[in-house]
T-cell receptor, first 111, second 116 residues
Framework: DVKVTQSSRYLVKRTGEKVFLECVQD?????MFWYRQDPGLGLRLIYF???????EKGDIPEGYSVSREKKERFSLILESASTNQTSMYLC??????????FGSGTRLTVV | AQKVTQAQTEISVVEKEDVTLDCVYE???????LFWYKQPPSGELVFLIR??????QNEISGRYSWNFQKSTSSFNFTITASQVVDSAVYFC?????????????FGTGTRLKVLA
């Protein structure tokens, strides 16, 4: 069964902390994505990557960075967490032209 | 600009009722893809269907059916004889068909509650 695995289901972090959200896929997909999901706003794209070490900004990249050192792993980094980054974070992967496969999500609370 | 509108924020039905979830999209592209995803309480979005812009045939899969109409830019999703397990948030999404563009535009989702 193909999978996208997000390392944490729930996280609580303090304001100002550096936060790492990890995502691993086992489908050899080229493309990986980070979205955040907020009530009434749907899913908004933060960053995506279409190859190792390649990244592109999505619609709301401010306050975030990403790392893709290996094909299977795509990390989202909150350099200095703030309360407005409290959200559900969803990772997805896809092959070119294919549909997304999503992870189970990480619900991050910044206090 | 591309946009996906799911005007229904929340729908409640009684089990065994039929329910239609609306999706209206905007795009200037001639080639594009439309998707529906289901997000149950567990949180993981589950792929339901993909339709490309050249294929206007309606699709039926068990109790699920999809009606794609380019004339009205709509891609509606109907669940027949709804069940409690259908309770979830459903997202409609749009993607350009051009190679090299991988971003999806999601609607804001429709929360479906099926009551026993």
């Amino acid at each position: 069964d193909v999978k996208v695995t997000q390392s944490s289901r729930y996280l609580v972090k303090r304001t100002g902390e550096k936060v790492f959200l990890e995502c691993v896929q086992d489908m050899d997909h080229e493309n990986m994505f980070w979205y955040r999901q907020d009530p009434g706003l749907g899913l908004r794209l933060i960053y995506f990557s279409y190859d190792v070490k390649m990244k592109e900004k999505g619609d709301i990249p401010e306050g975030y960075s990403v790392s893709r050192e290996k094909k299977e792993r795509f990390s989202l980094i909150l350099e200095s967490a703030s309360t407005n980054q409290t959200s559900m974070y969803l990772c997805a992967s896809s092959s070119p032209g294919g549909g997304y496969t999503f992870g189970s999500g990480t619900r991050l609370t910044v206090v | 600009a591309q946009k996906v509108t799911q005007a229904q924020t929340e729908i409640s039905v009684v089990e065994k009722e039929d329910v239609t979830l609306d999706c209206v999209y905007e795009t200037r592209d001639t080639t594009y893809y439309l998707f529906w995803y289901k997000q149950p309480p567990s949180g993981e979005l589950v792929f339901l269907i993909r339709r490309n812009s050249f294929d206007e045939q309606n699709e039926i899969s068990g109790r699920y059916s999809w009606n794609f109409q380019k004339s009205t830019s709509s891609f509606n999703f109907t669940i027949t004889a709804s069940q409690v397990v259908d309770s979830a948030v459903y997202f409609c999404a749009l993607r350009k068909g051009t190679s090299g563009t991988y971003k999806y535009i999601f609607g804001t989702g429709t929360r479906l509650k099926v009551l026993a």
